[in-house]
């Protein structure tokens, strides 16, 4: 699992809507009079059976409905309302391949068919054949231009390929067709806050929210905006209404925690925190360790003299996060062995003592320990009040210090302050966010007596040959570190440099720890994490040596770096 975010915006629980309705087109009752009554009678048995097949599907009977609709294909496998039924049933019970095959063979049978086509369009979604969707969703829409249903459903499979201004067209067509369209107007917002227009957000959630005071995710989407424009009281208002109307809604829990975090209310946020593990964007490639649901209570009474395994949790860059807390759960528990990244043991070994660091990839012999916890269990045990910040060592991690001085000799060629870079974060959800372009820094590059180090992971060498051919600046690429294999060679080439510059990634976590003057570049609303907000005026309240620089405007990085480059002209250059 990656760095824990804000659970997603709910997108009408993230599922398309379904309609079971057959919507036959009515048959030419000139043409019944010319059928032999045999198949009269046939035909009107076994509609009989469809009718009684979609009342039990409506009841929620779907063993009953499954076995009517198939008896009816048993005698005629070209039926069209049994092979659309049936379709949507698989689909309902988790089984999307058949299910397409079957709606796929309805269509077939009857093209024209729009229920038909957005039925399928809903089971391609479950496979996130997200483009064969919005085929099958045009295609409905084609048949029926005022089908609310299907711009709903094509709305949210164009989010999904991050189509969305075409998506937020489309919610806007269901709403025009249908104005009381409560769901439309909820991800309606959802697509107006990612695309920036948050009053047009807040006022789309209201809507919904007037239209069905009982939606659950319209109020757990305006607590969302709510929290990220940091009107956090406003925030627990919503979500806790969310909660109110359904009991188990995780996703509302979990961002109930991060809220008062952001605040630096740390016991009631850890104290929800377990949460974190029913979010609705774990799906099952998501690792979850074998955790005891009451191991917080148990470790919170038990004595010491426990042998303890911290199972691996989040992205490298937490695991340095959490890694000022390690040598307090030694402190407090007795034997600790640490689950991590293979690329991190060598570092974190030589910095903390007494801890026993193992690769994540490793089999686990979990009878072998008498407590398991996970790397975000720390917080509840050392970070519940202010005072317990007091703690943490303003350098917990060490550099290989010979392999680091060797560095800095060979990438200082006068006396320039050595000033570590990075750019970008390749996160999946917030990495664009959070990312700069090379060419938003150049006030930065333009300071003299400074010399820049690469430090950013990844392939970076069109980014540098670019920049270097458009503006005559060299950003230097140590060739002996790769900075995403080599941790432990990162950690020396920042513990190299004079400060570190940097966005939200895994450098930021490791120049913390490290305890090199270092600032961060926040963005203003999305791609924001709860534990920069912790923090005295600008200071890091979870790196001593940490500065946090934040968007005043979103999407407005030139303020953040007209800032950075007066700190460092007063601060290293004293000019």
């Avoid at 809903?122 to 085929?135: F, H, M, P």
């Avoid at 003592?353 to 916890?373: I, Q, R």
């Avoid at 001593?544 to 002209?569: A, L, Y």
Wanted: charged share 20%; aromatic share 10%.
């Amino acid at each position: 699992m990656a760095a824990v975010p804000i659970a997603p915006f709910a997108k009408n629980h993230t599922k398309p809507h379904w309609s079971m309705h057959p919507k036959t087109p009515a048959r030419n009752t000139a043409l019944q009079a010319f059928k032999p009554i045999a198949v009269q009678q046939k035909e009107a048995r076994l509609n009989a059976t469809i009718q009684k097949g979609l009342d039990a599907h409506q009841r929620g009977d779907l063993t009953t409905a499954r076995a009517l609709y198939v008896s009816v294909l048993r005698e005629v496998p070209t039926h069209f309302d049994a092979l659309h039924l049936l379709g949507v049933i698989c689909s309902q019970s988790g089984e999307y391949a058949l299910a397409i095959d079957l709606l796929s063979q309805a269509i077939t049978v009857n093209k024209k068919h729009p229920v038909a086509h957005n039925n399928l369009g809903n089971a391609q979604t479950q496979l996130a054949k997200w483009a064969d969707a919005v085929r099958s969703y045009d295609q409905a829409i084609h048949l029926d231009p005022r089908y609310a249903l299907a711009f709903f459903n094509r709305g949210i499979a164009l989010e999904e390929l991050h189509s969305l201004d075409a998506a937020l067209a489309s919610y806007q067509r269901a709403i025009q067709i249908d104005p009381e369209y409560a769901q439309a107007h909820s991800n309606c917002g959802a697509v107006f806050e990612k695309i920036g227009l948050f009053n047009d957000a807040l006022t789309h959630f209201d809507r919904a929210i007037a239209l069905d005071p009982q939606f659950a995710g319209a109020h757990y989407n305006r607590a969302t905006h709510l929290m990220k424009h940091k009107r956090y009281d406003e925030a627990l208002a919503s979500f806790n209404k969310a909660i109110e109307i359904r009991p188990q809604f995780a996703d509302a829990y979990w961002n109930t925690s991060l809220t008062h975090l952001f605040r630096g209310e740390w016991a009631a946020g850890w104290d929800s925190y377990e949460w974190r593990w029913q979010r609705s964007d774990l799906g099952p490639e998501n690792f979850r360790p074998p955790l005891d649901a009451n191991r917080l209570a148990h470790a919170a009474i038990t004595s010491s003299n426990l042998k303890v395994f911290i199972w691996n949790e989040q992205g490298l860059g937490d695991v340095v996060f959490h890694a000022s807390m390690f040598s307090e759960a030694v402190a407090r528990f007795g034997s600790v062995t640490v689950q991590t990244d293979h690329r991190l043991i060598t570092l974190l070994s030589r910095s903390i003592e007494d801890v026993v660091f193992v690769d994540k990839s490793d089999p686990v012999d979990t009878a072998h320990f008498d407590l398991h916890l996970a790397h975000g269990d720390l917080g509840f045990f050392f970070r519940r009040d202010a005072g317990d910040f007091q703690r943490i060592k303003p350098q917990y991690l060490q550099s290989d210090t010979p392999r680091a001085q060797t560095l800095r000799t060979e990438l200082r060629s006068h006396t320039e302050l050595l000033c570590g870079i990075t750019w970008r974060s390749n996160h999946a959800q917030m990495g664009q966010a959070k990312s700069l372009r090379l060419h938003d820094l150049l006030p930065l590059f333009k300071i003299e007596g400074i010399r820049f180090i690469n430090l950013q992971y990844g392939d970076t060498s069109n980014d540098l040959l670019e920049f270097k051919s458009n503006y005559g600046i060299e950003i230097i690429n140590c060739l002996t570190v790769d900075n995403f294999y080599d941790i432990d060679g990162h950690a020396a080439l920042v513990d190299a440099c004079d400060v570190i510059i940097t966005v939200s990634n895994s450098t930021a976590h490791i120049a913390g720890g490290l305890g090199k003057p270092t600032h961060v570049m926040l963005p203003k609303v999305n791609g924001t994490l709860w534990y920069w907000a912790n923090r005295r005026d600008t200071q890091s309240m979870w790196y001593p040596t940490v500065q946090v620089h934040e968007q005043t405007r979103n999407g407005d990085w030139d303020t953040v770096v007209s800032t950075i480059v007066t700190t460092i002209k007063e601060k290293y250059l004293n000019i």
